[in-house]
C-alpha cells in the first residue's frame, strides 16, 4: 500500500509542475504580445529618439536603396577606391575604356583591316591581269651564280614560317568569331582558337629569332643609296618590260620590305610581350612622354589596364600593316616574278636573272668568282 501511496503522490506532483509551466509560458506570452504590456518597457535616461525611417530607407544612416548620382557618376567615370587586396586593379569598379577599345576593336580596327587585305588581293590580282608574270627577258642561262647562303634562308624561312602562323592565328582571332563560328560551329571554333592562342604565344619567340638574324645579316646591305632613286624612278622595271634599273644585292623596293619587316616587327614583338605579360609593363606612358617633348599633348598618367588595351590595340593594327605588305612581298617572291623564288629555294639564282635585276650584285660576284674559275666563268 505504501508503494502505491508513493507512487499515486508523485504523480499529482508532476501534473502540479507541468500546469504551473504552462501557467508562466502564457504570461510570459501575453507580456510579449501585449501591447499595453509593451508600453512598460522605458527607454534608459539621456537616450535620443531616432525618427521613424522613411520608405526606402535602412537604419543607421546608410545609403540604402537611394542613389547617389555624384558617388555612382565616379564610378562610371572610372575612379579608383580603396582595396585591401594587391591587385590594384580590383579598386576600379567600371573601366569605361574597356568599352571604347572592344568598340574600336570590332568597329574600326575590324573594318580598315579586312579593307586593307581585300585591297591588297584584288590589287595583285589586277597587276597580274595586266603586267603578267615578269619573265626573265633572255631566257634562262643554264649557269647560276649563289645568292643567299644557308645561314640566310635558315633566318629568312624562321620568320617567313613563324610569322605566317603568327598571322593566320591572329586573323582568326580578330575575324573568327563572325566569320568561322556560323561555318564550323562553337566547338570547332573552341578547340580552333585554344591551339591558336599556343601557337601564337610560343611561336612569337621564333619570330623574334628570325628578326634578329636576318637583321644582323642584312642591315649593311639595305641602307639607301643613289641607285634607289633610280630604281624608284623607273618603277623597279615592274611595270614595263624590258626595264631594268641598277640594283645591288637588294633592290629599293627589297629595302622598303626590310625596314617595314624590322621595325614592325620589332613594335609588334614589344606589344606582344606586354600582352604575354600583363600588367607589368608601362611602354605607352613612356612614349608619350617622349613625344610629349616634340609638341604632343598625350596621356602619361595611363593605368596598367588601359596600358593593356592600348598594346592590344596596337598590336592589331601593327599585325595588319605587315600582314598587307608581306603579302605583297609573297606575291613577287613566288607567281609574280620568274625565278625570283629560287633565291630563297635553292640558294641559287639563274645567271640572267640576277644580271637583269640585281646587275650591279651580279657584276661584283662574277668579279670576285672570275679570278677563280678563269676567264669563261663570266661570259
Not at 121 to 139: P, Q, S, T
Not at 234 to 258: D, I, M, T
Request: net charge positive.
Amino acid at each position: 500500500m505504501t508503494g502505491v501511496y508513493c507512487g499515486s503522490g508523485f504523480s499529482r506532483a508532476v501534473r502540479m509542475a507541468a500546469r504551473a509551466g504552462l501557467a508562466l509560458l502564457l504570461l510570459a506570452t501575453v507580456a510579449v504580445f501585449d501591447p499595453a504590456a509593451a508600453q512598460t518597457v522605458r527607454p534608459p535616461a539621456g537616450a535620443v529618439e531616432q525618427a521613424a525611417p522613411v520608405a526606402g530607407e535602412v537604419p543607421g544612416g546608410a545609403l540604402g536603396s537611394r542613389s547617389d548620382s555624384e558617388l555612382w557618376r565616379a564610378i562610371r567615370q572610372g575612379e579608383s577606391f580603396s582595396v585591401s587586396i594587391p591587385d590594384r586593379n580590383a579598386a576600379t569598379l567600371v573601366q569605361s575604356e574597356g568599352a571604347l577599345w572592344l568598340n574600336i576593336r570590332n568597329g574600326p580596327v575590324r573594318e580598315y583591316g579586312a579593307w586593307g587585305l581585300g585591297g591588297i588581293v584584288a590589287l595583285l590580282l589586277l597587276f597580274y591581269l595586266l603586267r603578267g608574270r615578269i619573265r626573265i627577258e633572255h631566257g634562262k642561262a643554264g649557269a647560276t651564280i649563289s645568292r643567299f647562303s644557308a645561314i640566310e634562308r635558315f633566318g629568312h624561312w624562321l620568320l617567313a614560317v613563324s610569322f605566317v602562323i603568327l598571322g593566320l592565328t591572329g586573323l582568326i582571332m580578330l575575324y573568327g568569331r563572325p566569320l568561322l563560328i556560323p561555318v564550323i560551329g562553337k566547338e570547332a571554333f573552341a578547340s580552333l582558337t585554344a591551339v591558336g592562342k599556343l601557337l601564337h604565344n610560343y611561336l612569337a619567340f621564333a619570330f623574334m629569332a628570325g628578326l634578329l638574324i636576318t637583321f644582323v645579316m642584312w642591315v649593311r646591305h639595305n641602307f639607301p643609296s643613289r641607285h634607289d632613286l633610280v630604281w624608284i624612278a623607273r618603277g623597279g622595271g615592274l611595270l614595263v618590260k624590258g626595264v631594268h634599273p641598277p640594283s645591288r644585292k637588294f633592290n629599293a623596293g627589297q629595302k622598303l620590305v626590310f625596314w617595314i619587316v624590322m621595325l614592325l616587327g620589332l613594335s609588334l614583338s614589344l606589344s606582344g610581350i606586354a600582352l604575354m605579360f600583363p600588367f607589368e609593363f608601362r611602354m605607352f606612358s613612356a612614349t608619350f612622354e617622349v613625344m610629349n617633348l616634340v609638341g604632343f599633348d598625350l596621356p602619361t598618367s595611363l593605368t596598367t589596364m588601359q596600358e593593356m588595351q592600348l598594346s592590344q590595340l596596337w598590336h592589331t593594327v601593327v599585325a595588319l600593316v605587315l600582314v598587307i605588305a608581306i603579302i605583297a612581298h609573297i606575291y613577287i617572291g613566288t607567281l609574280g616574278m620568274e625565278g625570283a623564288f629560287d633565291a630563297m629555294g635553292t640558294g641559287e639564282v639563274d645567271l640572267n636573272w640576277a644580271r637583269e635585276h640585281h646587275n650591279l650584285w651580279a657584276a661584283e660576284v662574277e668579279a670576285r668568282r672570275a679570278p677563280a674559275d678563269g676567264p669563261a666563268a663570266a661570259e
